[in-house]
């Protein structure tokens, strides 16, 4: 049972290159989430989606798209990498609201 | 907006004192508010949630309480270990989305 998988681990990208960071879960999850963690401001909600075909944005969904195709699988692109979205990004997954979510090991990106 | 306010000072305590973490939330009540642990370099872990209706909540040695009144949970920790050593993040739960406070780093002396 792997839980929450993130790759990649981490990521270099130029100004204006775009990108996907993969999340994938096994425990047939219907709620996913991404977040990003910044210092000092914990974390935040970027999409999030509460089962296939269905996505919604979170605090800070600028610059980012979700799609969710499979129970199983919630990638986050970058459209356009910028500075600003050097940062560490979580994917985690929950049964259902109400309940505690499972987090991935993260991927540390940065932007130059 | 609904906001999640965890004291940003560390909190430094002694092996085997009970550790007190608070998390004060804006605007309406939550309908659950739950509480993870993360260390450096790691995702965070769930420990515990707490429900609107309900006042307390206990696991081995954590404690959580929710009071709608002064609109905050405390999070404890007894016979704290340097084990015990993380931050601690507060979550409000609800329309199917987890908000997060900033956390609150928790440093247990020997």
């Known amino acids: 049972n792997a839980g929450v998988t993130q790759t990649p681990k981490f990521q270099v990208l130029k100004t204006g290159q775009s990108m996907t960071l993969q999340c994938a879960q096994d425990?047939?999850?219907?709620?996913m989430s991404w977040y990003r963690q910044d210092p000092g401001m914990g974390l935040r909600l970027i999409h999030y989606?509460?089962?296939?075909?269905?996505?919604d944005q979170g605090e800070v969904p600028n610059g980012y798209n979700v799609s969710r195709s499979t129970t199983e699988d919630f990638p986050l692109r970058l459209l356009s990498a910028a500075p600003s979205q050097t940062s560490v990004y979580f994917c985690?997954?929950?049964?259902?609201?109400?309940?505690?979510?499972?987090f991935g090991s993260g991927t540390r990106l940065t932007v130059v | 907006s609904q906001k999640i306010e965890q004291n940003s000072e560390a909190l430094n305590i002694q092996e085997g004192k009970t550790a007190t973490l608070t998390c004060n939330y804006t605007?309406?009540?939550?309908?659950?508010l739950q509480w993870y642990r993360q260390d450096p370099g790691r995702g965070p872990v769930f420990l515990l949630l707490?429900?609107?209706?309900?006042k307390e909540k206990r696991k081995e040695r954590l404690k959580v309480t929710f009071d709608t009144t002064l609109k905050q949970s405390l999070f404890h920790i007894t016979a704290s270990q340097p084990a015990d050593s993380a931050t601690y993040l507060c979550?409000?739960?609800?329309?199917?989305?987890?908000?997060f406070g900033a956390g609150t780093r928790l440093a247990v002396h020997p």
């Open positions: 985690a997954s929950s049964y259902a609201t109400g309940h505690g979510y499972t």
């Open positions: 425990m047939n999850h219907e709620y």
């Open positions: 989606s509460v089962g296939a075909g269905i996505t």
């Open positions: 605007n309406y009540s939550p309908a659950y």
């Open positions: 707490i429900r609107e209706n309900e």
């Open positions: 979550a409000r739960g609800g329309y199917n989305k987890l908000i």
